[in-house]
């Protein structure tokens, strides 16, 4: 595949990369070996199934089809929202980098250091990562950790911008400016860890997991009858489609892990480090190239 780019007919048929069919190819592959046994047990003991047709899975399926729509629409939902968060979480480190031109170095330099600790220990919080030791390489502060590392970084470069007020290095209308900015960062953190910190309800994914199974591992006694050997394809189609929606759930349910379609945190703490390091006049942490996933993502 081309990227993003439009779907060519040899894509939709081969293609494995970012799909989530390797995934699923055990459970397909069971359900084939299944059909297969079915089809000649049926044959062999028509009885079992006389009174067994296809009109209840055709209600069931319509009916688990939806309730996975609703599903995946609220993982979708909290997979999208978080991608807008990290964004804005680059607009306001962008902007804060701007506004503060007028500062001396220094005073620049730890403004703009703290905001590359504050995105580092976002990502290793959400993560589940050493969040103290991400912050840590940009925080000069050797104190005791406290219990939200990252939100300590909002509070310590707060402390800053009032010095700076005081000093009279800027006006109190500048520093409500930077103050605002930091408020925005620390919007974008608590939107991160309502997402993070409440999970779709356990019981609804489970009854939805139940009952995608039950429906695939019956539905080759109820087709078998009617189709015979012609069972097998239906079953393989209708499971790819209700396994990989129910996967795709999974996955976008947290959008901070591991998975392929989770967000890409690491290049996006990147281009910060790349972007606010160039403002301060120092070598890029990075090459551009490992930021090119960011662009490619949020374009």
């Known amino acids: 595949m081309n990227g993003r780019g439009k779907l060519r007919l040899r894509d939709i048929l081969?293609?494995?990369?970012?799909?989530?069919?390797?995934?699923?190819?055990?459970?397909?592959?069971?359900?084939?070996g299944l059909s297969i046994l079915a089809v000649p047990l049926v044959q062999q003991h028509p009885g079992w199934?006389?009174?067994?047709?296809?009109?209840?899975?055709?209600?069931?399926?319509?009916?688990?089809?939806?309730?996975?729509?609703?599903?995946?629409?609220?993982c979708y939902d909290r997979w999208w929202e978080a991608r807008k968060l990290w964004g804005q979480l680059i607009i306001t480190a962008r902007s804060f980098s701007r506004e503060t031109l007028t500062l001396g170095q220094e005073s620049r330099e730890r403004l703009l250091l703290g905001i590359c600790g504050f995105t580092r220990g976002l990502a290793a919080r959400l993560c589940g990562g050493d969040e103290a030791g991400a912050i840590g390489w940009s925080v000069s502060d050797a104190g005791p950790i406290p219990p939200n590392p990252t939100d300590s970084v909002l509070a310590e470069l707060g402390l800053q911008c009032a010095r700076l007020v005081r000093d009279g290095a800027i006006d109190s209308i500048h520093y409500s400016v930077l103050e605002l900015r930091l408020t925005e960062l620390s919007q974008v953190q608590a939107g991160c860890e309502r997402i993070k910190s409440t999970p779709l309800p356990f019981a609804y994914s489970l009854l939805l997991h139940r009952t995608a199974y039950l429906f695939c591992l019956l539905l080759p006694f109820a087709l078998a009858p009617a189709l015979s050997w012609w069972t097998i394809l239906p079953v393989i189609i209708i499971s790819y489609t209700f396994f990989g929606l129910d996967a795709l759930g999974d996955q976008l349910e947290d959008p901070f892990g591991s998975d392929v379609y989770d967000l890409p945190l690491d290049a996006m703490v990147r281009t910060v480090d790349r972007e606010l390091m160039f403002a301060l006049g120092r070598a890029a942490l990075v090459p551009a190239a490992d930021a090119a996933r960011l662009f490619t993502s949020l374009n």
């Open 14 to 32: 081969f293609a494995t990369e970012g799909s989530i069919l390797p995934e699923l190819a055990p459970r397909l592959v069971f359900l084939a």
């Open 49 to 74: 199934t006389r009174d067994l047709s296809a009109v209840p899975f055709t209600l069931i399926g319509l009916a688990l089809s939806i309730f996975m729509n609703f599903r995946n629409n609220a």
